[in-house]
Each structure stands twice: as C-alpha cells, then as structure tokens.
C-alpha cells in the first residue's frame, strides 16, 4: 500500500501569481519600448544593427547555417521585427515597465545579452534543427495510415512542439476550398504537457491520473508521446498510468537521444533487453553514439520558459495544473529568441514549400 504521509499537497491556486502577472504586463507595456528603441538614433537600436550584422557574418561563414537560414529568412524582415519586439519585452522587464529607466539599462550588459541570444539561435540552426526534422519526418509518415494524437513532453518538449505546432498552422492556411476538397493535407494538433521527474517521482497514481485526464490525456486517445530524451520513462509512465500495455507503450514513444549508449559493451541479458528497448524508441535515422548524445545534451541544456515545476494547483476551472515560476530576466528572452526561431523555420518551410 502507498504511504500518502509525505506527498506533496494539492496547492488552491499557484503561488507564482505575481511573476506570472508581471510577465503579463512585460508582454503589453513591450510595445511601448519597441516605439522607443526602433528610432534610428536609438542608442539600444544600433547596437541591436550592430550585433545583427555580426551575427549574419557568422552565417555566412558556416554552409549548413546559411542553408538554413534561407529558410527563416524567407520572411526576414518580419523576423526580425518580431525579434526586436522580444527585445523590447526583456527590456520592459529590466525597466520594471516603466521606460523612463531606460537610461539605467547597462548597454555593456545589454550587448552581451544580445550576442548570446544569437549564439543560440545560430546553434539552434547548426544543431537542433536536424533532430527535428527527423523527427517530424517519422511523425509524419505515420500519420499517413494512423493519425495519432501528438503529444510532447515538457519543459525540454517545448521546442518541438512550438516547431509542429508551426507546420501544422502552416498547412491549415495553405488550404483553399479546392485544396480541402482534393487534397489530403494532413492537419496535427499537436499538444503539449509538463510531466517532469517530481511530478513522476511524488504524486500518487490517482493524482497523476486526475492531472493528465485535466489535460486532456487518457486511454481513449490514440498516443504517441514525444520527449528529448534519454530512455523514455516519462511517456512510459504516463502510457502506463492510463492503460497501455507493455507492447502498445513500445510502439508509442519517440525520443531523440540516449546516454544508454555507454552501456553498449555490456553483454549482461539484462542491459541486452533495456538497450534493445531504447534503441527501438530512437527516432528513425538517429545514431545510438555519444555524438549524437552531446547534440540532444544541448536541446535539453537551452534556456526554458519557466523554472522547473514544483507541484500541482487547482486552477479556476478546478484542473490540476503545473505550478511553475517564470523566468524574468535574460533566460526568458533568450527562450524567446528560440522559440521565434524555430517557430519562424517551420512554418516558412512548410507554407512557401512548393
């Protein structure tokens, strides 16, 4: 029987609410320092020209890069409006919201904040785009025959979802009233839910059950459960939860690296059998070595929307919902960076594809 002496308690509401509300009101009060810092005199605007030229150099100079970047730049000028009104948010939060303090902002520390949001946005590009395009890939020829409903693990999930939730706009606009009459183009809806080891390791099974029903997560769904890595115990978990047998969890889950490469040398029948297991829940074309480690290590080292979660909370609706503090400082833009990036390729890619 499970001692329920020390499990977390069920909170009434989240205790992150001011957080939350101040990145609220960065997001409202970001277009007035947009106004601001796109005057052509701007002090904050030619270092933003600055590092943007620096950073397309850097494009130049890498062929994979530059491939890429065809693509997001398809829509170029809208990106980078999009980018500097980012900017214009982590500005508003440095400035308490007020843009009379936008003298206090320390441009040495600015510019450096700049350049590292573009150093991950280029690794983005060099790295993390390939893995997911695998993945969509293999996502997209099982919809073929059996549309599955798309679920994607967070927080490191997030990134693929934003990415197919993109292409799947992107298809649903390419519709004309002809094209949905003649033609199959596969709609996703994808959805994306925050199942982190302390929820796995600290809740009680009826708990965890009640939470991913909230979200929309039970048996009757046709899964298939996305996570970044590194053996798929999360989505195993949660398929098992909900009623999925041993054979039908292995067809269900897709993760894009393993550190249980290291064990390869083990002929233990044990070690035999996991490795058999997680090498089967590789996505398609993805290798089981320690390079492709090091490349899904640096999609799980990027900077998260939010801190880890710490439990659960009844929200207005009476469904459990994570409880979790939002970044408010640089993190938040350099996810922000991300997320527009990735964003941006995939949908460019999927509409302007002929």
Same mark, same amino acid.
């Given at each position: 029987?499970?001692?329920?002496?020390?499990?977390?308690?069920?909170?009434?509401?989240?205790? &992150?609410?001011?957080?939350?509300?101040?990145?609220?009101?960065?997001?409202?009060?970001?277009?007035?320092?947009?106004?601001?810092?796109?005057?052509?005199?701007?002090?904050?605007?030619?270092?933003?020209?600055?590092?943007?030229?620096?950073?397309?150099?850097?494009?130049?100079?890498?062929?994979?890069?530059?491939?890429?970047?065809?693509? =997001?730049?398809?829509?170029?000028?809208?990106?980078?409006?999009?980018?500097?009104?980012?900017?214009?948010?982590?500005?508003?939060?440095?400035?308490?919201?007020?843009?009379?303090?936008?003298?206090?902002?320390? =441009?040495?520390?600015?510019?450096?904040?700049?350049?590292?949001?573009?150093?991950?946005?280029?690794?983005?590009?060099?790295?993390?785009?390939?893995?997911?395009?695998? @993945?969509?890939?293999?996502?997209?020829?099982?919809?073929?025959?059996?549309?599955?409903?798309?679920?994607?693990?967070?927080?490191?999930?997030?990134?693929?979802?934003?990415?197919?939730?993109?292409?799947?706009?992107?298809?649903?606009?390419?519709?004309?009233?002809?094209?949905?009459?003649?033609?199959?183009?596969?709609?996703?809806?994808?959805?994306?839910? !925050?199942?982190?080891?302390?929820?796995?390791?600290?809740?009680?099974?009826?708990?965890?059950?009640?939470?991913?029903?909230?979200?929309?997560?039970?048996?009757?769904?046709?899964?298939?459960? &996305?996570?970044?890595?590194?053996?798929?115990?999360?989505?195993?978990?949660? =398929?098992?939860?909900?009623?999925?047998?041993?054979?039908?969890?292995?067809?269900?889950?897709?993760?894009?690296?393993?550190?249980?490469?290291? !064990?390869?040398?083990?002929?233990?029948?044990?070690?035999?059998?996991?490795?058999?297991?997680?090498?089967?829940?590789?996505?398609?074309?993805?290798?089981?070595?320690?390079?492709?480690?090091?490349?899904?290590?640096?999609?799980?080292?990027?900077?998260?929307?939010?801190?880890?979660?710490?439990?659960?909370?009844?929200?207005?609706?009476?469904? @459990?919902?994570?409880?979790?503090?939002?970044?408010?400082?640089?993190?938040?833009?350099?996810?922000? @960076?991300?997320?527009?990036?990735?964003?941006?390729?995939?949908? !460019?890619?999927?509409?302007?594809?002929?």
């Amino acid at each position: 029987m499970e001692n329920t002496n020390f499990l977390p308690k069920i909170q009434n509401e989240n205790p &992150f609410n001011k957080e939350i509300q101040k990145l609220e009101e960065s997001k409202s009060s970001a277009y007035l320092f947009y106004s601001l810092i796109t005057e052509p005199d701007n002090e904050i605007n030619r270092l933003l020209s600055d590092e943007i030229a620096k950073f397309e150099e850097k494009i130049d100079r890498s062929v994979v890069v530059k491939k890429r970047s065809e693509v =997001l730049f398809l829509t170029k000028e809208k990106y980078y409006q999009k980018l500097t009104l980012r900017l214009a948010k982590y500005l508003s939060l440095e400035c308490e919201g007020d843009i009379k303090n936008i003298p206090n902002i320390n =441009l040495k520390k600015l510019k450096n904040v700049i350049n590292m949001g573009f150093r991950e946005i280029f690794s983005v590009l060099e790295n993390d785009i390939s893995l997911y395009d695998k @993945l969509f890939t293999e996502l997209d020829s099982i919809r073929e025959t059996d549309k599955k409903m798309e679920l994607y693990i967070g927080r490191d999930g997030i990134y693929a979802y934003e990415g197919r939730r993109s292409i799947d706009t992107a298809r649903r606009r390419k519709k004309t009233k002809e094209e949905k009459a003649q033609r199959k183009l596969l709609e996703i809806h994808p959805r994306y839910i !925050n199942y982190n080891s302390f929820i796995k390791n600290n809740f009680d099974e009826e708990t965890k059950i009640k939470y991913l029903q909230d979200q929309g997560v039970d048996s009757s769904k046709d899964l298939i459960i &996305f996570d970044t890595g590194y053996r798929g115990s999360i989505p195993e978990q949660i =398929l098992r939860s909900i009623g999925f047998s041993q054979e039908e969890i292995e067809k269900r889950i897709k993760i894009l690296g393993t550190d249980f490469y290291k !064990n390869y040398e083990s002929n233990y029948e044990e070690d035999l059998e996991e490795k058999t297991k997680i090498r089967n829940r590789l996505v398609k074309g993805i290798p089981y070595d320690l390079e492709n480690y090091n490349k899904v290590a640096r999609i799980e080292e990027r900077p998260k929307r939010n801190l880890t979660s710490t439990g659960l909370y009844l929200n207005i609706q009476g469904k @459990l919902t994570p409880i979790e503090a939002p970044f408010l400082n640089e993190v938040s833009f350099h996810y922000d @960076l991300i997320e527009l990036t990735i964003r941006q390729y995939y949908f !460019n890619r999927e509409y302007f594809e002929k």
